[in-house]
């Protein structure tokens, strides 16, 4: 069976750090690019960032580029998110994705069930 | 950045009949590949997203056939050609030419 289990998620004051993980199982996790999305309460979805399969190429959102940073480790079949400079917009539920294919962001068909994040200012 | 615009926001519907959902694009989403980067997702009450369609018109495995994407450039459609009680959830178009961008989604709900 295909999964994504997130987790690393939890209460953080404004200007903090914290690391995501999204451990895979079932699937050839380096085949695929992995993406995260977040959801803050109430609201829509936003893509965040995404890393191929290799882990050489990196893209993120500009509402967090310069403060995440994605990372995978094909050996462990683990997708990170390290989240620094953390502000009280990055509140939200984070989800880990794979990609249908091996380098680009679209056909996500598999998600995780989401890890929390909380950012008190 | 791609701006995605969907409507309607709300959509009350009638179990067995069609539904469909508009999603427009400030710009083409036709690659030179003659792919258009749009995907669709579902977002049922307290669950993850799923993916519905890809790449405009491609269904994902597992998804019904009742449901169809179709559109191409800056306008696309998803259709449920009769929608059923388990199709209640939130709707959203993506975008994935660029920098990946979401529609404000669309509440699917039942009348």
């Known amino acids: 069976e295909v999964q994504l289990l997130e987790s690393g998620g939890g209460l953080v004051q404004a200007g903090g750090s914290l690391r995501l993980s999204c451990a895979a199982s079932?699937?050839?996790?380096?085949?695929?690019?992995m993406s995260w999305v977040r959801q803050a309460p109430g609201k829509g979805l936003e893509w965040v960032s995404v890393?191929?399969?290799?882990?050489?190429?990196?893209k993120y959102a500009d509402s967090v580029k310069g403060r995440f940073t994605i990372s995978r480790d094909n050996s462990k079949t683990t997708l990170y998110l390290q989240m620094n400079s953390l502000r009280a917009e990055d509140t939200a539920v984070y989800y880990c994705?794979?990609?249908?294919?091996?380098?680009?962001?679209?056909?996500?068909?598999?998600w995780g069930q989401g890890t929390t994040v909380t950012v008190s200012s | 950045d791609i701006v995605m615009t969907q409507s309607p926001l709300s959509l009350p519907v009638t179990p067995g009949e069609p539904a469909s959902i508009s999603c427009r694009s400030s710009?083409?989403?036709?690659?030179?590949?003659?792919?258009?980067?749009l995907d669709w997702y579902m977002q049922k009450p307290g669950q993850s997203p799923q993916l519905l369609i890809y790449l405009g018109s491609n269904r994902a495995s597992g998804v019904p056939e009742r449901f169809s994407g179709s559109g191409t450039g800056t306008d696309f459609t998803l259709n449920i050609s009769r929608v059923e009680a388990d199709d209640v959830g939130i709707y959203y178009c993506m975008q994935a030419l660029q920098t990946p961008t979401f529609g404000q989604g669309t509440r699917v709900e039942i009348k």
């Open positions: 890393i191929s399969g290799s882990g050489d190429s990196t």
């Open positions: 710009q083409s989403l036709l690659h030179s590949n003659g792919y258009n980067y």
């Open positions: 079932g699937i050839a996790f380096s085949s695929y690019a």
């Open positions: 994705a794979k990609s249908m294919v091996y380098d680009k962001e679209y056909g996500m068909d598999v």
